[in-house]
T-cell receptor, first 113, second 115 residues
Framework: KAGVTQTPRYLIKTRGQQVTLSCSPI?????VSWYQQTPGQGLQFLFEYFSETQRNKGNFPGRFSGRQFSNSRSEMNVSTLELGDSALYLCASSAWPTDYGYTFGSGTRLTVV | GNSVTQMEGPVTLSEEAFLTINCTYT??????LFWYVQYPGEGLQLLLK?????DKGSNKGFEATYRKETTSFHLEKGSVQVSDSAVYFC??????????????FGPGTSLSVIP
């Protein structure tokens, strides 16, 4: 079956702009989580959605937001981009509650210049 | 709160050497434990998991045993290959009947295997 698909794979944006990243989970998975990965901070949890509801949120500023659609696809948005937002953004889906294991997408590499 | 501690490395081994990457955790409730691997330029892949005490997860020659008494989940492989070079993440998820905490990841351990 198809894996987790993240689009786009690469993005270059200018400070102050906004960006939207997309994630399509594995068919049947209703839980989608987002992580930011940087060399200095490692994997940091952004938020998690289940059945269109945000279930958990990490410690990121309000510029970071997300949503989930009825087909379980998810988007995250970052407004007013800063240089420090440059990172690999990873989406993961799971079959919770029957299975807690994540399947990750390949990520979106965001570079803010 | 829930947390995961693992050796950060980098770890450099010769091919066919024995690998151990230590992972310990702190958790309330009954966590499930995971090891993920990230190859260069890719997302994370689930390597193995264990959902209760004394369970042993295994995959691709890697093993880890859920030790509740020592709150540990150390990753081992008897003979590493160059293709095992990657970053390894230990993780936990605490489940409850009607809700669960987010998955907590350790900082990752970089492994380089040289021929």
């Amino acid at each position: 079956k198809a894996g987790v698909t993240q689009t786009p794979r690469y993005l270059i944006k200018t400070r102050g702009q906004q960006v939207t990243l997309s994630c399509s989970p594995i068919s049947g998975h209703r839980s989608v989580s987002w992580y930011q990965q940087t060399p200095g901070q490692g994997l940091q949890f952004l938020f998690e959605y289940f059945s269109e509801t945000q279930r958990n949120k990490g410690n990121f500023p309000g510029r970071f937001s997300g949503r989930q659609f009825s087909n379980s696809r998810s988007e995250m948005n970052v407004s007013t981009l800063e240089l420090g937002d440059s990172a690999l953004y990873l989406c993961a889906s799971s079959a919770w509650p029957t299975d807690y294991g994540y399947t990750f997408g390949s990520g979106t590499r965001l570079t803010v210049v | 709160g829930n947390s995961v501690t693992q050796m950060e490395g980098p770890v450099t081994l010769s091919e066919e050497a024995f690998l151990t990457i230590n992972c310990t955790y702190t958790a309330t409730g009954y966590p499930s434990l995971f090891w993920y691997v990230q190859y260069p330029g890719e997302g994370l892949q689930l390597l193995l998991k264990a959902t209760k005490a004394d369970d042993k997860g295994s995959n691709k020659g890697f093993e880890a045993t859920y030790r509740k008494e020592t709150t540990s989940f150390h990753l081992e492989k008897g003979s590493v290959q160059v293709s095992d070079s990657a970053v390894y993440f230990c993780a936990l998820a605490v489940s409850r009947k009607t809700s669960y905490d987010k998955v907590i990841f350790g900082p990752g351990t970089s492994l380089s295997v040289i021929p």
